[in-house]
C-alpha cells in the first residue's frame, strides 16, 4: 500500500497562495489517479481535484475551478496542489489521496493521507 505525507499547510490571509505537496512512498509510488480531499471544520469529507495522469485529465470541483492546481514532479513522486486566491471558507483540513480511478467519491480512494491543515484569515 502506498504512504501519503502531506505537507505544505499553514495559515493565510484571504486573497494569499499556498503550496501544498504529497508525497509517496512503500512498495509502488505511482498510482493511476491522485488528487486531494478537504474536510472543514464539522463537515464531510469533499473533492477537491483529481488528476489521472496517464490520460493527463483533471477533474476539479467547481468551488477551486480557476484557482487551484494539481500538478506533480512524477521523478520525486510529489504532487502539488497550488492554492491562489484562497478565501475563508477554504479553511480545512486537506487529504491527500490515491486510487484507481478519477471520481468525486472519498470511498474510491484506498490510500488517504494524515492531512495538513490550511487556515485562511479574514
Known amino acids: 500500500q502506498v504512504q501519503l505525507v502531506e505537507s505544505g499547510g499553514g495559515l493565510v490571509q484571504a486573497g494569499g497562495s499556498l503550496r501544498l505537496s504529497c508525497a509517496a512512498s512503500?512498495?509502488?509510488?505511482?498510482?493511476?489517479?491522485m488528487g486531494w480531499f478537504l474536510r472543514a471544520l464539522g463537515e464531510e469529507r469533499e473533492f477537491v481535484v483529481g488528476?489521472?495522469?496517464?490520460?493527463?485529465?483533471?477533474l476539479y470541483a467547481d468551488a477551486v475551478q480557476g484557482r487551484f492546481t494539481i500538478s506533480s514532479d512524477t521523478a520525486k513522486n510529489v504532487v502539488y496542489l497550488q492554492m491562489r486566491s484562497l478565501k475563508p471558507e477554504d479553511t480545512a483540513v486537506y487529504y491527500c489521496v490515491a486510487g484507481p480511478h478519477l471520481t468525486e467519491s472519498p470511498s474510491d480512494y484506498k490510500s488517504w493521507g494524515q492531512g495538513t491543515q490550511v487556515t485562511v484569515s479574514t
Open positions: 488528476k489521472a495522469w496517464a490520460d493527463n485529465i483533471a
Open positions: 512503500g512498495r509502488t509510488a505511482v498510482q493511476a489517479v
